[in-house]
Every structure is written in structure tokens, then in C-alpha cells.
């Protein structure tokens, strides 16, 4: 056995130096790239070992293309949810804007029918918007944006561009509260346009009013108009009221049951006109009742005319 630190002699060193061998190996690899680039000798060989390394570099990527596929399912999972939910919003807000857009078209068309109304009205008018209503189920008020500030006076007429909406019952600086036409406390004195019958008609909760105090063979029927009648000296005559809907002549022996629909729109609209009790008493009838009164006289003189 060799000693530890000494080498043998070079009479007994066997192969070639570590120099010669890299000559070999370099000038054989140059030489076998030289032929495999003009002669193509060696792709039979290269053909040969990817064949059979092709199922075993398959074998070893599966994992890696499996967890691959399953992480862009994931994301494409998560793409298509978040660009749904964008859709969903956006189709919201279209929906939302669609909405507001008709709600201030429709708004807009009764502005301009209020105003053009109160032009044609012969007594101050003045536009006022129902900011807030009871929450009382018994009673039927709502709070006006308009207030003593602005001329507006207790007991004046409220109406809409159909008939009577209710009365400004209290003022304040600022605001006022009016009480609407069904409410049970309210009374307006009316006339019937077809027989010229004067009563007066009270409201009677759930969106109706009613006819008290008339016998029960008073000459009322399903579809009159009653329209104020102006005995009072707040409502001007010839205001749209209410529209009989039904009369129950059975309900009591002495007083006939008459129920009633208001024309204008009480439960609705925002806006609505407040009419100047100062002119009440003096102005004639207004403009906006009177197809409401002359089409019933015009039927019925039709009919003796027959």
C-alpha cells in the first residue's frame, strides 16, 4: 500500500493526462457537430432517444400540467363570477337610472300640467310639494313646502290638475299642513252636476269618502260627479271632487249609505296647487271644472231633445 503523501512514480502512471483527454473529447464533439450539420447523420439518433424519453418526460410533467389546468379554472372561475357580478351591478344602476328617468318625466309632465293650470285658474294659485305625510292610519295629512312665509293662509283649497286634494288646516313659517279630502274629520260641501243635489261629503278612510245625511230615496246614482259647490266661501264652486261609486239604499231605513271615490289623485302625486282663499268667494267657476259640469247638462239635454 501506498505511503500517506507519496505519490508513485511516473514509470507507473497508467492513461492519458487529463490535457489529452479534453483534446479528444473537445476535437470528437466538434467533429460529430461538424457532420451532424452538413451530413445529418445523427438524427436518426436524436429521434431515437426522444422517443423514448417522450413518455417519461410526459410521466414526470403530469403533476406539474394537472395543478396547473386546476389553478387556471380557479382564476378563470373567479374572472367570470367577478364579471358577472360587475354585470349585475351595471344592469342595476341602468335599471335604477331607467326608473329615475321616468319617475322625473312623469313628474315633470304633471309640473307642467299644474302650471299651466294655474294660468288658466282665475284666482292666485301657487305650487306647493308634499314633503312628509302622518304616519297616523286614522288620519289623512300631509306637510306642505310652503308656509306663511309664502302668502299661504289656513282654509285654503288644495287641488291637483283632476279635483279637490284637501284643505291647509295649519300654518307655519315655513311649511303648512293640510288635511287630505279622506280624512274622516273633512268635509266638503258638493253638488251633484247631474241633478244640481246639494250635500256635503266626508272622507271615510281607505282612499274613500261618503255621502252622509241624505234619505234613502234621494235621486243619487253609481257614476254622479260631485263637485264643490261654493256655499262654504273657501272652496270655489265647480272643483272636482268626488265620483259615486256606490249607493246602498238597504243599510238604514231612514238615510241612505253612498260611497264615493275622490277624482284627484290624493294618495300620489307630490305636487299639487294651493288656491288663494282671498278670491274664492269672488271667482266664478274655474276652468278646471267646467267640462266636468257641462258634459252631464249636455248629455241630458241631448236626452229631452229625444
Known sequence: ?????????????????PLAKLLVLGSMAIAMAMVDARLHYLDWLRYGIATITQPVQSALSAPFSGLQAMLGYFAKVDTLRAEQARLRQRDIERAARVADADRLEAENLRLRTL????????????????????????TRRVLLDVGGNQGIESGEPVIDELGVVGQVTRVYPQHGEARLVTDRDQGVPVQVVRTGLRAVVFGAGGGQMELRFLAANVDVQAGDTLVTSGLDGL?????????????????????????????AAVEHHRHVLVLSGRAAATSGRPALAEEAIEAPSRTARKGRSH
Open 115 to 138: 302650471l299651466e293650470m294655474r294660468t288658466r285658474m282665475r284666482q292666485p294659485a301657487r305650487v306647493a310639494e308634499i314633503v312628509a305625510s302622518t304616519r297616523d292610519p286614522f
Open 1 to 17: 500500500m501506498p505511503l500517506a503523501g507519496h505519490s508513485p512514480p511516473p514509470f507507473f502512471r497508467r492513461g492519458p493526462t
Open 235 to 263: 272652496y270655489p264652486p265647480g272643483l272636482p271632487v268626488a265620483r259615486v261609486l256606490k249607493v246602498d239604499r238597504d243599510a238604514d231605513p231612514v238615510f241612505a249609505r253612498i260611497r264615493c271615490q275622490p277624482i
